[in-house]
């Protein structure tokens, strides 16, 4: 089980380096990181793009371009699908955005003929390792999916928990998160929550155990559960992930983690063929190369399959 | 301008002890946060309830029974209508909630003839000190009203000015939060967030600076707002209130903070004659504490208007 990006780290390094394909990749940001992640053992990167860019950009950052296998395709929808294609044909084991705007990038994903679709709906999955919190934290959806409805959640925990298990989570906790722990009518998220609990009770969501609603201490703090006395639930403070109600309470909850606690995190996008890395401009450096390590588990578990 | 509970527990002090009505309250923490209080100056106590129970806590905790005001009041809803009336009355200038349950506590505290009502509807506002965030935060709404419209909104936000102003912010900067930054027809939240924003403008929200949506990244981080390059917007980083967009953004937000950062918080709810302390079993010693420092600065504003 892995408990933090350096062992998420060191366990993509034992299973071999795997390849990456970088949609419009010229861009000192991504270049660097790819440049990071290929030093670090985790990735090797096919860069599709405008060549000549690609080498200025890797000349300026003192990065020797020859490290990358570089295609040339000046056209950035063009080199979008050139990238989605090596991936869609097992070429490459992960898709990374680079330049090309997010609608773009998402068009090439869902490319019919060399896209990634598999026909389950994507999510976006953020894992954090959080100072005080024992256990990695999956929080989705923070980015992508905007209001789930209940078989959407069922969608993204099935997602999720894919990822977990390529983390060595055998059978991760999901807490639907709430602003409280008991069913409110009035309150859809938590009926949602506990609909999705029985689910699971009833062996229709599977590999996982759901329990919710829970409250965030409920969630993550032990002993917040315990002096609340959270008996005879399953997740006391110990959730591996959380779903969230909604994209505001995801993306305001991911957020402030970032911006406030002690945190490593990277995220991908899950549910296509093989795992996408839509890291954004603001997102850190580390957290572009996390990014790329989750995906580098996640391909190396689909790979085994 | 007060930017951290130091400063706001020494300006309470300047100001003069304030009193504080307590309904029920034969409870160690609350009787523990009250002594604290009166022992830093903050304010003395009236506690309303069963006058031997109270005594005998108190013996029990080593405090001093004769430095409260006792009311012996056993029956529990008496007992609130007993003290919310010192407060509806101004013999006190605070009302806190004991060991009553909150619905009966919320009763009392809307009782036509011995509450609190203003004719305003109540809502409830977090004080935050966050170490990393130069600016204290107030959260709203994260415990009391759930779902918000626009109308509530901008009531929340003109009983969070209020607690601002009395704190010495003489402008503060209001940001409604959500996921993104800018409008999405499809994202109710970011339409009113802009409605609002245009209020503020127009002159129908007052004494403050509404500037909306905004992530949270842009609200409360200068440097990833200037990374992002939000000029020409109203709040860079520097945001004194966060309005979310419903109860769940808001209360998992909250207790993230609580959880993994390193914070000072206390919480109040606004838009009653008085400000009121409804603090949970789970806060901490310092929580409570916090809160009645809080209630006493709001309680000098209200005497001085």
Known sequence: MITSFDELISHVKECGKK?????????????????AAHEQGIADAILVGDEEKIRAIAASLQIDPDEFRIINEPDMIQASLTAVKLAHDGVADMYMKG???TKNFLKSILNKEVGLRTGKPLSHVALFEVEGVKQLLFLTDVAFMTYPTLEDKVNIINNTVEVAHACGIACPKVAPVAAVEVVNPKMPATVDAAELTKMNEEGKITGCIVDGPLSMDLAIDPEAAQHKGATGRKIVGDADVLLFPDIHAGNLVYKTLVHTAKVENGCII???KVPVILTSRSDTFRTKVNSIALAAVVAEALKNE
């Open 99 to 101: 330049v090309i705007d």
């Open 270 to 272: 899950t549910g296509t």
């Open 19 to 35: 390849t990456l394909a970088v949609a419009v990749a010229q861009d000192d940001a991504v270049i660097e990181a790819v440049h």
